[in-house]
């Protein structure tokens, strides 16, 4: 497992803003999912480089545990090749 989970985050300050993007490491935690990776964000919103930013905002439709998985709107891709049709 690893001890960390490094995450690459796509910003705008405003719809017409140039983007950038903010590099964040977050400790690994059995259970994880992105709802509780992004909520560690906006606890401690620094980056990897220790310059304090802002938290990140987002969208959520279910914080239950017990629904059934959702699919995350995300524009990340994992580090693994995804499963054969």
Do not use: H
Not at 5 to 23: D, F, G, L, M
Not at 32 to 43: R, V
């Amino acid at each position: 497992m690893p001890g960390t989970i490094k995450v690459e985050i796509k910003r705008q300050s405003n719809p017409n803003a140039s983007a950038t993007t903010e590099k964040f490491e977050i400790p690994y935690r059995p259970g994880m999912n992105i709802t509780s990776l992004l909520g560690e964000i906006a606890l401690n919103p620094v980056d990897v480089t220790g310059k304090a930013t802002t938290p990140v905002t987002y969208d959520s439709n279910c914080l239950e545990r017990s629904a059934a998985p959702v699919p995350c709107s995300s524009t990340a891709r994992p580090p693994w090749p995804a499963p054969p049709s």
